[in-house]
């Protein structure tokens, strides 16, 4: 079946790979400079990157929320989640942080309770604005979601997540690769 979600330690791991390639690739492929965020030796749950000169953060995701419909009211092609973890600490340390958001749907059909669920592929990267993201959080226009699953959870897992549609954030540049980002030189 692969890693589990729940498997923090790999996916932190897999994430500092995610990051480099971003930064050395995937935003200069897009036209943007960009480097590693330094007080990341320090301070590992600092933001990640710095854009251009503008503290960032990057959430990679490959794998749809195939129930946003549901959950979220979005369409499950454009649907990503913002954790709550996230969201209480950039509120409080990193106000005016940029997210950018690198979706590249690995996987588009699955089972969920005996129902089945497809996601047509995509593939790119878009950029959110804390603030606005902040705000659409704090009026109530996006809803949240608890991972039943992540209930007991003492690995440091989030547990909660706000689903954003894709759609509303800045598109800053999208792939027609079918099976991978070759299409970015990866």
Same mark, same amino acid.
């Given at each position: 079946? =692969?890693?589990?979600p729940?498997?923090k330690?790999y996916w932190?791991e +897999?994430?500092r790979? #995610?990051e480099?390639?971003?930064?050395?690739?995937?935003?200069? +492929?897009?036209?943007?400079q960009?480097?590693l965020n330094p007080? #990341? &030796?320090q301070?590992p749950y600092a933001?990640d990157?710095?854009? %251009?000169?503008?503290? +960032?953060?990057?959430k @990679?995701?490959?794998?749809?929320?195939? #129930? &946003?419909r549901?959950r979220?009211? $979005?369409?499950?092609r454009?649907a990503?989640t913002?954790?709550?973890?996230?969201? %209480?600490r !950039? @509120? %409080?340390h990193?106000?005016?942080?940029?997210i !950018?958001?690198?979706i590249d749907?690995q996987?588009?059909?699955r089972?969920i309770?005996? +129902?089945?669920y #497809?996601?047509?592929?995509i593939h790119?990267?878009w950029?959110?604005?804390f603030?606005?993201?902040r705000h659409s $959080?704090?009026?109530?226009?996006?809803?949240?979601?608890? !991972?039943?699953?992540?209930l007991l959870?003492d690995r440091g897992? &989030?547990?909660?997540?706000?689903?954003?549609d894709l759609?509303?954030?800045?598109l800053?540049?999208?792939?027609? &690769?079918?099976e991978?980002?070759?299409a970015w =030189? $990866?």
């Amino acid at each position: 079946m =692969g890693v589990s979600p729940q498997d923090k330690r790999y996916w932190v791991e +897999a994430g500092r790979e #995610k990051e480099w390639t971003f930064v050395q690739r995937v935003l200069p +492929a897009l036209g943007f400079q960009a480097v590693l965020n330094p007080a #990341k &030796a320090q301070d590992p749950y600092a933001p990640d990157l710095l854009v %251009e000169g503008h503290l +960032a953060d990057l959430k @990679c995701q490959r794998t749809p929320f195939f #129930k &946003a419909r549901e959950r979220f009211g $979005i369409d499950p092609r454009y649907a990503v989640t913002f954790n709550r973890k996230d969201y %209480e600490r !950039y @509120c %409080e340390h990193y106000p005016s942080l940029d997210i !950018y958001f690198w979706i590249d749907w690995q996987e588009t059909r699955r089972d969920i309770g005996g +129902a089945s669920y #497809k996601v047509d592929r995509i593939h790119g990267v878009w950029r959110a604005s804390f603030p606005a993201l902040r705000h659409s $959080i704090e009026v109530g226009s996006v809803r949240g979601h608890d !991972y039943l699953n992540r209930l007991l959870d003492d690995r440091g897992n &989030a547990r909660h997540s706000f689903g954003f549609d894709l759609r509303q954030f800045e598109l800053v540049g999208s792939s027609d &690769a079918t099976e991978d980002d070759s299409a970015w =030189g $990866i």
